[in-house]
C-alpha cells in the first residue's frame, strides 16, 4: 500500500464474549453446497460439499442441502459433546434476512425464489437459522475473521465468474430495504456498454469479472493481426494467472487485456470509494489469486489522487462464505 496522510487510523472491532458452542453452516451456490462446522472463533473444523442439483428445482435442492447438514451434524457429534448452537446460510439470491426468505434469484437456480430456508431448515434441523446473500456472508467472513479484522468500514469485492459485493458500515453488513443493498458487480461503469448476464448493459461485471477477462483475451486472440505472436495463444487453457504472468513478462496482448480490467476495476473502486467511504477494499475470488499483480494494476489505473485507498487480498478463500454465515449466526444470537 502506497502511504498517504490522509489515510485514517483504523478502529478496532469491538467484538463481545463467543458463545460456547459451535455453528453449522452451509453455502448454497450455482453447483455445489458446502457446509462446514465453525467454532465461535470462525476456526472450520469440518467442511464437506454435495452437488446443487439446482436443474431439479428448489424442493432438490433443499433435500441435498439437509442430507449434507445431517451428516455434518451426526459426524460432530459422534467426536465431540460441543453443543451446535445455530445454523448460519449463505445462499445465492437476494435474500430478505429477517424471514430467511429467498426474495429473487437468477436463472442460476431456477424456482428459488420465493423458497423459505430460514423455516424450512429450521423445522427440519431443530436449530436457529440465519439466511444471508452468499456475497454478504463471505464480506462478514472476511471482516470478522479474515484480512479485514479489525476495520468497521469495508467493501469486499468477490471477483469470479461474476461479482459479488458486501459493504460493512460502521460494523454492520448493509443489506438494503430489500436485501439488495451492494450488488456492486452491476453499477454501471460504461453507459450503454457491453452486455451483462443481468440483462443490462455496461455493468462493472461485464468488464472486471473472471469471465471478462477471459472473454477479453479470447477476442483479441481471436482478431490477432498476421506477423503478431502472443504467448497467450500457445496456452491449452487460459486462467487469469496465465494472462497477469504473461503481461508481467511483456506480452503486449495480455497487457492490454490486464490494462483494460484495471481500468474498469479502479473505475469502480472509485466510485465505490465516494460512496462507502471505506478503511479498505477486500478483494477475492478467483482473480485474487494473481495477488500483488492484480494490486500493482489497480493502482496504476488508479487516479494520483485515489492511489492513497488501501487495497487487500481476501484470506478465507473458498470458505468466505461458509465462516461468514456461522459468524453471523453467532452474532445474531
Same mark, same amino acid.
Given at each position: 500500500?502506497?502511504?498517504?496522510?490522509?489515510?485514517?487510523?483504523?478502529?478496532?472491532?469491538?467484538?463481545?464474549?463467543?458463545? @460456547?458452542?459451535?455453528?453449522?453452516?452451509?453455502?448454497?451456490?450455482?453447483?455445489?453446497i458446502a457446509g462446514g462446522?465453525?467454532?465461535?472463533? &470462525?476456526?472450520?473444523?469440518?467442511?464437506?460439499?454435495?452437488?446443487?442439483?439446482?436443474?431439479?428445482?428448489?424442493?432438490?435442492?433443499?433435500?441435498?442441502?439437509?442430507?449434507?447438514?445431517?451428516?455434518?451434524?451426526? @459426524?460432530?457429534?459422534?467426536?465431540?459433546?460441543?453443543?451446535?448452537?445455530?445454523?448460519?446460510? &449463505?445462499?445465492?439470491?437476494?435474500?430478505?434476512?429477517?424471514?430467511?426468505?429467498?426474495?429473487?434469484?437468477?436463472?442460476?437456480?431456477?424456482?428459488?425464489?420465493?423458497?423459505?430456508?430460514?423455516?424450512?431448515? @429450521?423445522?427440519?434441523?431443530?436449530?436457529?437459522?440465519?439466511?444471508?446473500?452468499?456475497?454478504?456472508?463471505?464480506?462478514?467472513?472476511?471482516?470478522?475473521?479474515?484480512?479485514?479484522?479489525?476495520?468497521?468500514?469495508?467493501?469486499?469485492?468477490?471477483?469470479?465468474?461474476?461479482?459479488?459485493?458486501?459493504?460493512?458500515?460502521?460494523?454492520?453488513? %448493509?443489506?438494503?430495504?430489500?436485501?439488495?443493498?451492494?450488488?456492486?458487480?452491476?453499477?454501471?461503469?460504461?453507459?450503454?456498454?457491453?452486455?451483462?448476464?443481468?440483462?443490462?448493459?455496461?455493468?462493472?461485471?461485464?468488464? /472486471?469479472?473472471? @469471465?471478462?477477462?477471459?472473454?477479453?483475451?479470447?477476442?483479441?486472440?481471436?482478431?490477432?493481426?498476421?506477423?503478431?505472436?502472443?504467448?497467450?495463444?500457445?496456452?491449452?487453457?487460459?486462467?487469469?494467472?496465465? !494472462?497477469?504472468?504473461?503481461?508481467?513478462?511483456?506480452?503486449? %496482448?495480455?497487457?492490454?487485456?490486464?490494462?483494460?480490467?484495471?481500468?474498469?476495476?479502479?473505475?469502480?473502486?472509485?466510485?465505490?470509494?465516494?460512496?462507502?467511504?471505506p478503511e479498505c477494499f477486500?478483494?477475492?475470488?478467483?482473480? /485474487?489469486?494473481?495477488?500483488?499483480?492484480?494490486?500493482?494494476? !489497480?493502482?496504476?489505473?488508479?487516479?494520483?489522487?485515489?492511489?492513497?485507498?488501501?487495497?487487500?487480498?481476501?484470506?478465507?478463500?473458498?470458505?468466505?462464505?461458509?465462516?461468514?454465515?456461522?459468524?453471523?449466526?453467532?452474532?445474531?444470537?
Amino acid at each position: 500500500m502506497i502511504n498517504d496522510p490522509r489515510v485514517r487510523q483504523t478502529s478496532k472491532t469491538s467484538v463481545s464474549e463467543p458463545p @460456547s458452542g459451535v455453528f453449522l453452516a452451509l453455502d448454497i451456490g450455482g453447483t455445489k453446497i458446502a457446509g462446514g462446522i465453525v467454532n465461535a472463533d &470462525g476456526a472450520l473444523l469440518r467442511r464437506e460439499a454435495a452437488p446443487t442439483e439446482a436443474a431439479q428445482g428448489s424442493e432438490q435442492i433443499i433435500a441435498n442441502a439437509l442430507r449434507l447438514s445431517k451428516g455434518l451434524l451426526d @459426524s460432530h457429534r459422534q467426536v465431540s459433546r460441543i453443543p451446535v448452537l445455530a445454523l448460519g446460510v &449463505g445462499s445465492v439470491g437476494q435474500i430478505d434476512y429477517a424471514s430467511g426468505r429467498v426474495v429473487f434469484a437468477t436463472s442460476t437456480l431456477p424456482g428459488w425464489a420465493g423458497t423459505c430456508l430460514k423455516g424450512t431448515l @429450521s423445522a427440519e434441523l431443530g436449530l436457529s437459522t440465519f439466511v444471508e446473500n452468499d456475497a454478504n456472508a463471505a464480506a462478514y467472513g472476511e471482516y470478522r475473521a479474515g484480512a479485514a479484522r479489525g476495520y468497521r468500514h469495508v467493501v469486499c469485492l468477490t471477483l469470479g465468474t461474476g461479482i459479488g459485493g458486501g459493504v460493512i458500515a460502521d460494523g454492520q453488513l %448493509l443489506r438494503g430495504a430489500t436485501g439488495g443493498a451492494a450488488e456492486l458487480g452491476h453499477v454501471a461503469v460504461e453507459m450503454n456498454g457491453d452486455p451483462c448476464p443481468c440483462g443490462r448493459r455496461g455493468c462493472l461485471e461485464a468488464y /472486471s469479472s473472471g @469471465s471478462a477477462l477471459l472473454r477479453a483475451a479470447k477476442n483479441r486472440l481471436d482478431f490477432l493481426p498476421k506477423g503478431t505472436r502472443s504467448v497467450l495463444s500457445g496456452q491449452p487453457t487460459l486462467t487469469g494467472p496465465v !494472462i497477469f504472468e504473461a503481461a508481467a513478462n511483456g506480452d503486449s %496482448l495480455a497487457q492490454d487485456v490486464v490494462e483494460r480490467y484495471c481500468r474498469y476495476l479502479a473505475k469502480g473502486l472509485t466510485s465505490f470509494q465516494f460512496a462507502f467511504d471505506p478503511e479498505c477494499f477486500v478483494l477475492g475470488g478467483g482473480v /485474487s489469486s494473481v495477488g500483488e499483480l492484480l494490486l500493482e494494476g !489497480i493502482r496504476r489505473a488508479l487516479p494520483e489522487q485515489d492511489r492513497h485507498i488501501r487495497l487487500l487480498l481476501a484470506s478465507l478463500g473458498n470458505d468466505a462464505g461458509l465462516v461468514g454465515a456461522a459468524l453471523l449466526a453467532r452474532d445474531s444470537l
